[in-house]
């Protein structure tokens, strides 16, 4: 008896999606010398004490439901104000381009306009869109295509190294509410 067995490589889903992204080669991991902008610290501060404060939300609501609404209403208020400060940021700021990317919780693939060496280590600075959660994020390149686009000549594979949990969470968040988005939009074009 010959038993068929399918082996998937991928631990987590991948969506199509635009990011602000920049990138560098380094010879190892030393995320402390990274230089972005201090509204970029600023969204991944916001983005690890959100995170944070689930557990404690969620008791607090279950004693409570009004509190628990009033202090998720004072946190989305924040949010806000944190995303409209950034996002004037990123529109005088060119060196924050926005790049159409194929990203997953294990790692992204992305165009590149030079041409980087399968095994190559990258620190990225990922910001996510809508919601404008900032990332710093080690990862391995590893594959390389080529493409006909002059301006992006190659389509960088990554896989993530290292990644803080509360990275990972808030990538697999932003990946389901995409899907999500996507679907809907999907199934209300087919009623219509």
């Known amino acids: 008896m010959i038993i068929e067995q399918h082996i998937e490589r991928r631990q987590y889903y991948r969506i199509d999606d635009e990011v602000i992204l920049t990138y560098r080669v380094v010879e190892a991991f030393h995320l402390e010398n990274i230089k972005l902008p201090r509204l970029f610290h600023l969204t991944e501060q916001f983005s690890e004490i959100s995170q944070q404060m689930k557990f404690t939300l969620s008791r607090i609501d279950a004693v409570n439901e009004d509190i628990g609404h009033y202090l998720r209403l004072l946190d989305k208020k924040l949010d806000t104000l944190a995303e409209m400060v950034l996002l004037d940021e990123v529109d005088e700021n060119d060196e924050m381009p926005r790049y159409h990317v194929n990203l997953s919780a294990g790692g992204m693939a992305f165009p590149a306009s030079e041409a980087l060496h399968i095994g190559a280590l990258l ?70």
Do not use: C, W
């Open 123 to 192: 620190e990225l600075n990922i910001i996510l869109l809508p919601e404008m959660s900032g990332m710093m994020l080690q990862a391995k390149i590893m594959r390389i295509s080529h493409f006909d686009d002059p301006k992006y000549p190659y389509r960088i594979a990554v896989a993530f190294q290292n990644v803080n949990p509360q990275y990972t969470d808030i990538i697999i968040k932003h990946v389901l509410n995409r899907q999500t988005e996507y679907l809907r939009k999907r199934r209300e074009n087919r009623d219509i």
